[in-house]
């Protein structure tokens, strides 16, 4: 089956240690998401790309980053995560930005900082 | 952005019928209502999407007021395995600029099933 696939299920890091936490998909969609979801709360987009084009979030932090080398990776690299980075992170993908296009959401990668 | 109101939590039993409210009074012309869920652990999934007309697919139906400001999302026969969070979001299809591109989550409702 078609699907989009998150590595690691679940990553510890420490304060301060960088991580990069990996998404791939097999949809061939042209748009990668990564949302936030803290405890108890909603998901929040971070950033997308559309193919190339990288597309950031006014107030998504300079210590997230993210890196997609070809059509079915897409990475999300914390730089200098802090103990309010512990959260899941989801990726999405879709096959445009607009024209109501569902998103396919993958199982979530829970990020603990200690 | 349009933005949508749900109760916090709803509690069904299981083979019964759900329905989940949603307002949304300051819903544009050009908005879609757009259902997801989220079950537990998992990653949000779509669930179904409409316009104005009520909008049937072999996971639930939609039911649309006639002056937009509210829907309401119908699970016909709840099972233990729609236990989870349902997300009512507005989203614009239009690619005009602004936020179109994105789903904005609302705080959704917890519908727990019993058995």
């Known amino acids: 089956d078609a699907m989009v696939i998150q590595n690691p299920r679940y990553q510890v890091t420490q304060f301060g240690k960088p991580v990069t936490l990996s998404c791939s998909q097999t949809?061939?969609?042209?748009?990668m998401y990564w949302y936030q979801q803290k405890s108890s709360q909603a998901p929040k987009l971070l950033f997308h790309?559309?193919?190339?084009?990288?597309?950031n979030e006014a107030d998504t932090p300079d210590n997230f980053q993210s890196r997609r080398p070809n059509t079915s990776f897409c990475f999300l690299d914390i730089r200098s995560p802090g103990l309010g980075d512990a959260a899941m992170y989801l990726c999405?993908?879709?096959?445009?930005?607009?024209?109501?296009?569902?998103?396919?959401f993958g199982p979530g990668t829970r990020l603990t900082v200690t | 952005d349009a933005k949508t109101t749900q109760p916090n939590s709803m509690e069904s039993n299981e083979e019964e019928p759900v329905h989940l409210p949603c307002n949304h009074s300051?819903?544009?012309?050009?908005?879609?209502i757009h259902w997801y869920r989220q079950l537990p652990s998992q990653g949000p999934e779509y669930v179904i999407h409409?316009?104005?007309s009520n909008v049937n697919n072999r996971m639930a139906s939609l039911a649309i007021a006639e002056d937009r400001k509210s829907s309401t999302l119908i699970l016909h026969r709840a099972t233990l395995r729609d236990a989870a969070v349902y997300y009512c979001?507005?989203?614009?299809?239009?690619?005009?600029?602004?936020?179109?591109?994105?789903?904005?989550f609302g705080k959704g409702t917890l519908l727990t099933v019993n058995p």
């Open positions: 999405a993908t879709s096959i445009d930005r607009w024209n109501n296009y569902e998103q396919y």
């Open positions: 949809l061939n969609h042209n748009v």
């Open positions: 790309y559309y193919d190339k084009d990288f597309n």
């Open positions: 300051t819903i544009s012309g050009t908005d879609y």
């Open positions: 409409g316009l104005t």
């Open positions: 979001i507005l989203r614009d299809p239009g690619n005009s600029g602004g936020s179109n591109y994105k789903l904005t």
